[in-house]
């Protein structure tokens, strides 16, 4: 199984960025989905959560201008940034919660992660 990320860059404040990230593989079912973005003391932060009924939640700090979403047909999860602001600036990461299969074995890992991808918003 892969988790692809996608759709960092450079914006400037106030701007607007969407990411994309794509589960592949034999899935047999993918749970929660969330971002999470690297502070620069390297620590992973929670920045928004989406469950298989499409309910989320979102760190404070982004709660209005980031809006979740999944396509649970294509295994796909979203995270639409508006309003964007220098202290957004980091690597995003999606996580995951993925049953598959693996060699003809059934396997579920609860904390799948993908690569990051970079948004920079200059001050």
């Known amino acids: 199984v892969q988790l692809q990320a996608s759709g960092g860059g450079l914006v400037q404040p106030g701007g607007s960025l969407r990411l994309s990230c794509a589960v592949s593989?034999?899935?047999?079912?993918?749970?929660?989905m969330a971002w999470y973005r690297q502070t620069p003391e390297n620590l992973r932060v929670l920045v928004a959560v989406i469950a298989n009924d499409h309910s989320t939640n979102y760190d404070s700090s982004v709660k209005g201008r980031f809006t979740i979403s999944r396509d649970n047909a294509k295994n796909t999860m979203y995270l639409q940034m508006d309003a964007l602001r220098p202290e957004d600036t980091a690597v995003y990461y999606c996580n995951v919660d993925v049953s598959y299969s693996e060699d003809g074995t059934y396997r579920r890992v609860y904390d799948f992660w993908g690569q990051g991808t970079l948004v920079t918003v200059p001050s």
């Open positions: 593989g034999r899935i047999f079912s993918v749970g929660h």
